[in-house]
């Protein structure tokens, strides 16, 4: 395996990509050596100038400035255009979205009725931010709640079945009665390469996570950031939004894998800072030791 320039760097991760078999979620300290990043990401502010065009820019509650996409269906939600890839990182989501490489890879999702789904900013970069039911012959995902939302909404969910795990998917093919789902499935660890194999009939091959990333970040064209100038709208914390959804039937969410490794190490994450998938027993055996 060809040795490339990279940074060894050890940092705390419990993406809900990872999945857990319990309401709370390990912490798994894990060594990831990756390539530089196309687009480097050392602060929140990074996202202002290449996510404007693509969306509006509002502050909400104690979450500060935060993102949402702009000429969207009503019914359009994170994670639900485009397919999974299977890499040394673990799965990735992949879309043809412009914002796909930043509010897929970094940050957390939120919902509110005012505003729909909008995105927080956080700069610790991941395959993806998600968390995972399975069960049935389905699998599902929902992206992962900022800190201090402890609930994940039914309709976050996207269900696919297992079979179908890897092909593209689209609103039109994403199964919509989530509540009933929910109830049939458990939350569960990413799925592994060989069930998807068993249940697709087709062979899943990984391939490096730089490329993916790369690809995407390619389009984003590096200038000098400066705050987007655009008018900003307050909205009431995100908490709110949290409380009233439990009225409708939530799913326990883990606590934020990134404030966690705030809160253990004392400094902010860098972008080169990269989650990995360490689903296997050799990564839960060191995070146990």
């Not at 100038?49 to 949402?68: A, D, I, K, N, Q």
């Not at 987007?228 to 709110?240: I, L």
């Amino acid at each position: 395996m060809k040795k490339m320039k990279s940074s060894k760097i050890g940092f705390v991760l419990c993406s809900l990509l990872l999945g857990c078999t319990t309401y709370g979620q390990p912490s798994v300290s894990v060594g990831v050596s990756v390539t530089l990043p196309s687009v480097e990401i050392r602060a929140a502010s990074d996202f202002y100038e290449p996510l404007t065009p693509h969306g509006e820019w509002v502050v909400v509650g104690t979450y500060g400035r935060c993102w949402r996409p702009g000429h969207v269906a009503r019914d359009w939600r994170p994670y639900a255009e485009g397919y999974w890839q299977n890499t040394d990182a673990g799965w990735y989501w992949v879309s043809d979205e412009p914002w796909a490489w930043a509010t897929y890879h970094y940050g957390r999702w939120n919902f509110t009725d005012q505003y729909g789904w909008y995105w927080v900013p956080q700069t610790v970069w991941s395959p993806a931010w998600v968390s995972w039911h399975s069960g049935g012959g389905y699998i599902g995902w929902a992206p992962l709640y900022p800190s201090g939302v402890v609930v994940i909404s039914p309709q976050a969910y996207v269900f696919v079945e297992e079979r179908h795990f890897t092909e593209p998917v689209r609103r039109s093919t994403v199964v919509v009665n989530n509540a009933t789902l929910i109830g049939k499935t458990v939350i569960s660890q990413a799925p592994s390469p060989t069930v998807i194999e068993k249940a697709s009939g087709r062979k899943v091959q990984a391939i490096p996570a730089r490329e993916l990333r790369h690809k995407q970040e390619a389009a984003v064209v590096r200038k000098e950031r400066t705050p987007a100038a655009t008018s900003e709208k307050k909205v009431a914390p995100a908490a709110d939004s949290a409380a009233e959804s439990r009225d409708l039937g939530t799913v326990a969410a883990p606590e934020s894998p990134e404030d966690k490794h705030v809160e253990k190490s004392g400094k902010p994450a860098a972008s080169e800072k990269a989650g990995t998938n360490p689903g296997n027993k050799d990564h839960e055996k060191k995070a146990k030791e």
